[in-house]
């Protein structure tokens, strides 16, 4: 959560740490939040939704394959 950009902002990150926190899911989903709380629109949308649809993505095709692999037990 403190690499997510909730508590603080990730420009007080040094350049290499930022660029992991930009890769975190809860950091886009903040990106994309937070300006909708002062009736903006988010900039970079695209990019945002991708790096979420990646995770979920990767994160469903874990849960499959280890539940196959339960089942084959």
Not at 9 to 33: E, F, Y
Not at 34 to 60: I, K
């Amino acid at each position: 959560m403190f690499l997510s950009g909730i508590f603080f902002p990730l420009s007080q990150l040094p350049p290499w740490l930022r660029g992991i926190a930009d890769a975190l899911p809860l950091a886009n989903s903040v990106a994309l939040v937070r300006p909708l709380f002062m009736d903006q629109w988010p900039g970079d949308v695209a990019r945002h939704v991708l790096v979420l649809l990646a995770y979920s993505g990767v994160a469903f095709w874990l849960a499959l394959a280890l539940t196959r692999r339960r089942f084959r037990r």
